[in-house]
Nanobody, 124 residues
Framework: QVQLVESGGGLVQTGNSVRLSCAVS????????MGWFRQAPGKEREFVAA????????SYADSVQGRFTISRDNAKNTVYLQMNSLKPEDTAVYYC?????????????????WGQGTQVTVSS
């Protein structure tokens, strides 16, 4: 059974940075394309970023392009989301997810495994 555990969320001020981590256990990370999604109160879950098994070809939502960076350390079975220049509209619960597909998919329904989420709150 694959388990994903996010960490690193919290309360930050506008313009500051946070790095989220997602530790994967049960199977080796290299087996999966990994993604980050987020869900704000009253809104649907939305795609944030994804990265292929090898670490290449990352994809980003337009709203975070240039501010967020997804990366992975397959040796540590961990995926990261570096979030810079944070805005109040980035406030959400952030989820990491694992997909068996090769490409960096952006649709949540293509991800079979999900973490429990970590809250990020950006104060203005």
């Amino acid at each position: 059974q694959v388990q994903l555990v996010e960490s690193g969320g919290g309360l930050v001020q506008t313009g500051n940075s946070v790095r989220l981590s997602c530790a994967v256990s049960g199977r080796t990370l290299v087996t999966y394309t990994m993604g980050w999604f987020r869900q704000a109160p009253g809104k649907e879950r939305e795609f944030v970023a994804a990265i292929r098994r090898s670490g290449g070809g990352p994809s980003y939502a337009d709203s975070v392009q240039g501010r967020f960076t997804i990366s992975r350390d397959n040796a540590k079975n961990t995926v990261y989301l570096q979030m810079n220049s944070l805005k109040p509209e980035d406030t959400a619960v952030y989820y990491c997810a694992a997909s068996s597909l090769i490409v960096a998919v952006t649709s949540a329904d293509r991800y079979a495994y999900w973490g429990q989420g970590t809250q990020v709150t950006v104060s203005s």
